[in-house]
């Protein structure tokens, strides 16, 4: 039988027939023969080899030499690889074979566009775009995809700037899909090289990035699945000995973010993916120790910043300017090195001297929803080289503003186009906004009143992880769903918060800011600021978790008289002024009610708290007393038999009374909270009577006499807005 191997060997000396490439140009190396750049051979019949032969794969490589080192144990052979692996545009015009050899049809595709989907006809979008469009029912492109699409289509670098939740992933997703759709579809064998690096601030961004861009994806090949079971032979539950292999994906799309491993999301981009998401830390790990993928950067066809903002915040900012350093043509090193006086040593010239250069048609995209106004002047001043300095230190000197960032950007394109959509003062119009005044150490039963008063998915962010962790065991014993969300948790549970919260309709969740960003979680129907945001910019990101794509949102500003200053300059700095918004209505009659059961949770909460300390120290003590090889006192122990022993009685008394203090929560929270003036016993008397509420369908059932109504039905009028200059 002939092995692939041995037909390896037979592609290897009819490659290395072939004249080679200049030397100069290319980067030579040593490679084994499994490491060589094979590429698959279709079989043509004539030669008899296309049949169920055995062969498993024919491959060639081109650019090999083969050379023989007598060594003192003996003959070693060693190619060298002296070719030039095309970067980039991989796919050649003609398609490939796929794993099995046979080559890739790309079937005709139509979509009659101009009757179902008019709106998005206007541009050339490929076919397969459209038909995924439409069958996600996105009929009409949000007013950033329509401004950004003509662009970005046309090969320009873009500068996008829209409102939260205004569709963005798909302003910069479609050009990079609508690409890679027209290139011939990849087969299983081929390594695809990367087109698209979309580089995320949060890890849970860049996942969810990937996601919508591959439901796209997913939705194509939906669709072409179900064509291809009107095709004769295709693969279905009624013709069930078919073998057509499982076509690789139209376009491969990964996320490598950190909290998941390493060595996974290195074997993915081993195997070659079209679109990377990440975030930049996780990448610049993973870019350490691989050369090929750095190539793969320096080649990219598309280079992607969503939430750029953030980007330039502590902890990221190191990581991304070294990523895109790989992206830098010279050129720009010089004028970037000139601006920033530093100097390159000679080692770190040579080497970007070896290195390959980096693509020249790269088209560059960054979007976020909050950038500064005077970037359009920013972008315009980029200079142009002056004299002929060479010069580029890493890390000299790190951007401090966003504006910094994006002069440190190698667009390609002279005059990038910017598009400023953000609306005035930050705030979407479908959002209503709202604040409530309490002391801070009331801010829990104002919070408990909102989160009975009004149903709902409620996000809530707080300024710390102690603040979470002090809350959630209260919302806990108060019989409130929520979940956690913070840096702290291991990434799953993060990940599986978030989705408990998307798919439970009355839920809360208790997030620090790394919710505050790009996460779309559909129908959000109050984000309250439990702390208040420390700058304008997070106000803006945390109140667009709502009021996404269209839809109406609700934000509460909780302030304490201490953070008064900090919301008058928050406001003032998004020009606005803090009297512009309006103020929650509060039933204060429900509120002491309210305060007797937050003050018995507490209790509950500080007895655990004590439990469980103590149930700690004694652990710590058994296990410190066995290392030691000595008796504990048995004072410490607990023995429920014996009921005299103080340890015992404590441990006994301490039960006795959390179970006293449960069971009086578990009563206060079965009685129903009533209004001042509602009569439960005759509904149709009292100074509020219950009966209209009841008989409209409007009764709330938490409270009573209050009737059940949006938060945004709450608001007492706004006062009059002052004039700002
Ligand atoms: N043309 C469209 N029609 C209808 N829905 C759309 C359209 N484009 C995107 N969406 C939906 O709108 C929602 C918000 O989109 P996306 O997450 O891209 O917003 P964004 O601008 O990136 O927001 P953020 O700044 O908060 O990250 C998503 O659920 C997405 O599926």
Known sequence: MITTNFLKGIAKRKATTKPFVSRKKLKAGHFTADNLPWKSVSRPKQT??????????????????????????????????????????????????????????????????????????????????????????????????????????????????????????????????????????????????????????????????????????????????????????ASTSQNPGNTTPKRPPYVSIAAVVGGMSAQKQRRLLDRGVDVLVATPGRLWDLLQNDDNLANEIRNLRFLILDEADRMIEAGHFAELENILRLTLRESRIEIISEEHNVDLSESEANEYATQKPPRDTMQTF????????????????????????????????????????????????????????????????????????????????????????????????????????????????????????????????????????????????????????????????????????????????????????????????????????????????????????????????????????????????????KVKKSNHDRKWMKDAAETLGVDLDSEFEIDSQDEDKPSTRIYKGRSQKMAAMKEELRLLLSQPLVARGVSTKYITSGSRPIVDDLLAGQLNENMLGLKKTEAGNELTAKRKARKTN
């Open 366 to 609: 960054v979007y976020s929803a909050t950038l500064s106004k005077n970037l359009q002047q920013n972008l315009k001043k980029r200079s142009r080289p002056k004299g002929n300095k060479k010069h580029y230190k890493r890390n000299e000197k790190l951007a401090s503003t966003l504006d910094d960032l994006l002069l440190r950007l190698d667009f390609r394109d002279p005059k990038p186009e910017v598009i400023d959509l953000s609306p005035v003062g930050g705030v979407v119009s479908t959002l209503q906004e709202s604040k409530i005044d309490c002391p801070v150490g009331d801010k829990d039963v104002y919070l408990y009143y909102f989160l009975l008063r009004h149903s709902g998915r409620s996000l809530v962010f707080l300024s710390s992880i102690d603040g979470i962790r002090r809350l959630m065991p209260l919302v806990d014993l108060l019989n409130i769903k929520a979940f956690p969300l913070h840096s702290q948790m291991e990434q799953r549970q993060r990940l599986k918060n978030l989705d408990r919260f998307k798919s439970t309709p009355n839920s809360v969740l208790l997030a620090t800011d790394i919710a505050a960003r790009g996460l779309d979680i559909p129908a959000v129907d109050h984000v309250i600021h439990f702390q208040i945001p420390r700058t304008a910019d997070t106000y803006i990101h945390r109140n667009g978790r709502t009021a996404r794509a269209m839809r109406k949102g609700f934000s509460m500003l909780m302030i304490a008289p201490e953070e008064r200053r900090v919301v008058k300059a928050l406001m003032g700095n998004l020009g606005r002024n803090e009297d512009e918004i309006a103020e929650m209505s509060i039933e204060l009659s429900m509120l002491d009610k309210l305060k007797a059961r937050i003050q018995l949770a507490k209790k509950i909460e500080n007895a655990l708290h």
């Open 48 to 233: 008899g080899l296309d049949g169920d032969d055995g062969i498993l794969e024919l491959e060639e490589v081109e650019g090999v030499e083969v050379l023989y080192e007598e060594t003192t144990a003996g003959r070693v052979v060693k190619f060298n690889f002296v070719g030039e692996v095309q970067q980039g545009e991989k796919r050649s015009d003609s398609p490939k074979p796929d794993a099995l050899g046979r080559e890739i049809p790309e079937e005709p595709f139509t979509f009659d566009g101009e009757n179902l989907l008019p709106h998005w006809n206007k541009w050339d979008l490929h076919p397969k775009i459209l038909k995924a469009l439409h069958h996600r029912r996105f009929l009409e492109p949000t007013p950033i995809q329509s401004a950004a699409l003509p662009a970005s289509l046309e090969g320009r670098d873009v500068v996008g700037v829209a409102q939260t939740g205004s569709g963005k992933t798909l302003a910069y997703g479609l050009p990079v899909l609508h690409h890679l759709l027209n290139l011939p579809r990849a087969s299983a064998s081929t390594k695809r090289s990367l087109c698209a690096l979309i580089l995320a601030p949060t890890r849970e961004l860049a996942l969810q990035v990937s996601s919508h861009l591959n439901s796209i994806i997913t939705s194509i090949e939906y669709k072409a699945e179900n064509d291809a079971l009107d095709e004769p032979g």
